[in-house]
Nanobody, 124 residues
Framework: QAQLVESGGGLVQAGGSLRLSCAASGRPLSLSVMGWFRQAPGKERGFVSFINWNSGNAYYGDSVKGRFTISRDNAKNMVFLQMDSLKPEDTAVYYC?????????????????WGQGTQVTVSS
């Protein structure tokens, strides 16, 4: 069983930056992909980014490409999401997710574990 805990959300003005962190714990823990998703009120949970735990290859949703950067710390079992040039439409609850098999992860249904979410609010 794995536990994921996000941190780093908050309120920021448009154009600002935030850095989200997600710590994974539990034994045994063999990660293959760590991802970030977000869900705004009345909308489905959508893909933001994921990173392949072994290769470090990263993928981004079109709406965040060029503004967000995902990274990982393998030794600490942590994944980060650096969010720059934030826009009001980035406002959502951001979720960290982990999957134990496979090399990609574009859909929420692919993931085995989820964090509780952290609120990001971008004011105009």
């Amino acid at each position: 069983q794995a536990q994921l805990v996000e941190s780093g959300g908050g309120l920021v003005q448009a154009g600002g930056s935030l850095r989200l962190s997600c710590a994974a714990s539990g034994r045994p823990l063999s990660l293959s992909v760590m991802g970030w998703f977000r869900q705004a009120p009345g909308k489905e949970r959508g893909f933001v980014s994921f990173i392949n735990w072994n290769s470090g290859n990263a993928y981004y949703g079109d709406s965040v490409k060029g503004r967000f950067t995902i990274s990982r710390d393998n030794a600490k079992n942590m994944v980060f999401l650096q969010m720059d040039s934030l826009k009001p439409e980035d406002t959502a609850v951001y979720y960290c997710a982990a999957k134990l098999r496979g090399t990609t992860g574009f859909r929420p249904s692919e993931y085995d574990y989820w964090g509780q979410g952290t609120q990001v609010t971008v004011s105009s």
